[in-house]
């Protein structure tokens, strides 16, 4: 590629797609990644580093329950 190029994600949580992005990079110098959220997780991001004393997602295995049961959330849409 020719000039730099711009990557404009939402967070990336996935090790994998870290990955690609960093080889994306390693090969086109010049380039950024840039990360914007139109919905901001940095609350959680650090009720989790105070709680549990890692900085991240949570990440749910509903695959894994037997019975999900919601009081409002979408766990199915746009809940995280």
């Known amino acids: 590629m020719s000039g730099s190029v711009v ?11 870290k990955q690609i992005i960093a080889q994306f990079l390693a090969k086109n110098p010049g380039s950024k990644h840039v990360v914007y959220d ?18 991240a997602i949570p990440s749910y295995r509903f695959d894994n329950a037997k019975a999900i049961v919601s009081l409002g959330a979408d766990f199915l849409g746009t809940w995280l």
Do not use: D, E, F
């Open 38 to 55: 139109a919905v901001s997780y940095s609350g959680m991001l650090l009720a989790n580093q105070a709680t549990y004393g890692v900085r």
């Open 7 to 17: 990557l404009l994600t939402s967070t990336i949580t996935s090790p994998s797609t």
